[in-house]
């Protein structure tokens, strides 16, 4: 799944590459609120909001579409304090693009353009924490297998 995903990636960033720039690897990472909190902001709107309807004395039915939405706008707030990034090792560096937060999955604009040989840290357990052009970044564990270039590139 994830060699798809790449494919789809480097086609959809070619624009924010330099000419006859060749990509080696891809990651996906995100920054903002740790991945871990944006599952709290759901499970505090679906226990909060469907608290607040119940107490107020909605039935049962009118209690779990209230939970329904708050998980959903927990979802959303979670998703607004999310930034996407996508991590391109090529030929010559490291590439950060910045995705939006809602829209397709699109690259909008080059975060930054890191030397060749930049390491990105260790990588170990579901969301490895790295820091990468003065951004703290996730990197979720489907991608630490992509990180591992030959020796001098992202190591």
Not at 78 to 97: E, H, K, N, Q, Y
Request: no cysteine; net charge positive; aromatic share 6%.
């Amino acid at each position: 799944m994830a060699s798809k995903i790449s494919a789809s990636v480097v086609e959809r960033s070619q624009g924010f590459l330099e000419p006859g720039e060749r990509v080696e690897r891809v990651l996906l990472a995100q920054g903002g609120i740790n991945p871990w909190a944006q599952v709290g902001f759901v499970v505090v709107g679906l226990i909060g909001v469907r608290a607040v309807a119940v107490a107020a004395g909605a039935s049962g039915g009118v209690g779990a579409l209230g939970g329904v939405l708050g998980a959903l706008i927990g979802a959303v707030v979670a998703a607004a304090l999310t930034t996407r990034r996508v991590l391109l090792a090529t030929d010559r560096g490291l590439v950060v693009l910045e995705y939006g937060r809602f829209g397709g999955v699109k690259p909008t604009k080059v975060i930054a353009r890191l030397p060749q040989g930049t390491k990105i840290g260790t990588l170990s357990g579901t969301w490895a924490q790295t820091e990468l052009a003065g951004e703290r970044l996730w990197v979720h564990k489907k991608w630490h297998g992509d990180a591992a270039v030959p020796a001098g590139r992202l190591g």
